[in-house]
């Protein structure tokens, strides 16, 4: 497919995921790999290329800052002018936000070490307007924030995640560290139909696993409406925890907020 002469480009993206089964190529369903490789083909008019996503996204979850990695045959000749023909032909709930040239030939997008920031938006106590829906969650429960604050720092660190894993098997790697992880007001995204209040919990870390964020913010759920205490998801993050915890949350919340390489 490729010549002996590559040109690799690094391109950041973001986009709306409600009405996309996540980002990875699926049979005869709208992916927004699926659709960046179409707005590709034909800009490029039929030109050899390949492009690598810097990892998955579920159904339905959004990204404010993705990433995927361009294969050529050829160079790009002005990269804005490129960036604005992207665009062009996009849907309208993706967008290109940046391209540059990758010099370092070993650059691979997956392998390469990266810090994601995801933050997952909510609000809780009633009913919402129906337009928050593709990028909040209404929980209509009331929820004790102050407490589920508590439990968000407990993640924090280094701790076996294994619980927080969908369909967890005994040959992963479940000892992860996260940098940071917050839940607070929501400061983020405003607009006239939001509720007066809402939250995100904000985590940051290098590797995370299959909804391993959605279970997180199920179990604060729980333990925001009183079904469940502190002392619980310390021993869930223990290397003894045998728990497989099935509290999900809803996909639409979560956002990929921001990727960097190091």
Not at 106 to 130: A, C
Not at 157 to 164: L, P, V
Request: with cysteine.
């Amino acid at each position: 497919m490729f010549n002996t002469k590559h040109y690799f480009y690094l391109i950041k993206v973001q986009y709306l995921g409600y009405r996309f089964h996540g980002w990875q190529k699926q049979p005869k369903l709208k992916t927004i790999h699926l659709m960046i490789d179409r707005t590709l083909n034909y800009i490029l008019q039929g030109a050899a290329f390949k492009t690598l996503g810097s990892g998955r996204t579920d159904a339905m979850v959004s990204a404010e800052e993705a990433a995927f990695q361009l294969f050529l045959n050829a160079p790009i000749v002005d990269l804005d002018a490129f960036l604005d023909l992207f665009n062009y032909n996009l849907p309208q709930d993706i967008r290109g936000l940046a391209i540059k040239k990758i010099t370092d030939p070993k650059f691979n997008i997956i392998q390469s070490s990266k810090v994601k920031e995801y933050i997952y938006l909510f609000t809780h106590g009633q009913k919402q307007h129906p337009f928050c829906a593709p990028i909040m969650t209404t929980i209509l429960d009331q929820l004790d924030i102050a407490l589920m604050q508590e439990g968000a720092k407990l993640f924090e660190g280094t701790h076996n995640f294994k619980s927080y894993c969908y369909k967890a098997t005994n040959h992963g790697v479940y000892q992860r560290t996260l940098l940071s992880c917050t839940l607070e007001r929501n400061q983020m995204y405003k607009a006239s139909f939001f509720p007066e209040h809402s939250y995100v919990l904000r985590v940051r870390g290098k590797g995370f696993m299959r909804n391993q964020i959605r279970i997180m913010m199920g179990i604060l759920l729980e333990l925001g409406r009183g079904n469940t205490d502190l002392e619980y998801i310390k021993h869930s993050l223990s290397t003894e925890s045998k728990e497989k915890l099935s509290c999900i949350a809803p996909a639409s919340g979560l956002i990929l907020h921001k990727i960097d390489f190091e």
